[in-house]
């Protein structure tokens, strides 16, 4: 909203604040906060426990031992 005091934002009211606007409630483990100044209606979803913890990496492996000569080829380990 145009003007709106948003009260000192951080980095962490980002997500709170995304999710607001989407329209789904914060999680009580997010350290940011809903920026409700910057909506013309402030929103009230309240809030749920946790989204959980999302990992987008796959599972470690132990690299080859293919991959182990290569790294020692170019210099990388001893």
């Known amino acids: 909203m145009p003007g709106a005091d948003l ?7 980002a997500a709170p604040t995304s999710l607001a606007i989407l329209g789904l ?12 100044s910057a909506f013309r209606e402030p ?9 959980g913890r999302v990992s987008t990496l796959p599972p470690a ?8 000569e290569r790294l020692r080829s170019l210099g990388y380990i001893n």
């Open 7 to 13: 009260q000192q934002p951080n980095v962490y009211d």
């Open 25 to 36: 409630a914060r999680g009580e483990d997010m350290r940011g906060r809903v920026l409700a």
């Open 43 to 51: 929103p009230s979803l309240g809030t749920i426990p946790s989204y």
């Open 61 to 68: 492996r132990p690299p080859s031992p293919e991959l182990i």
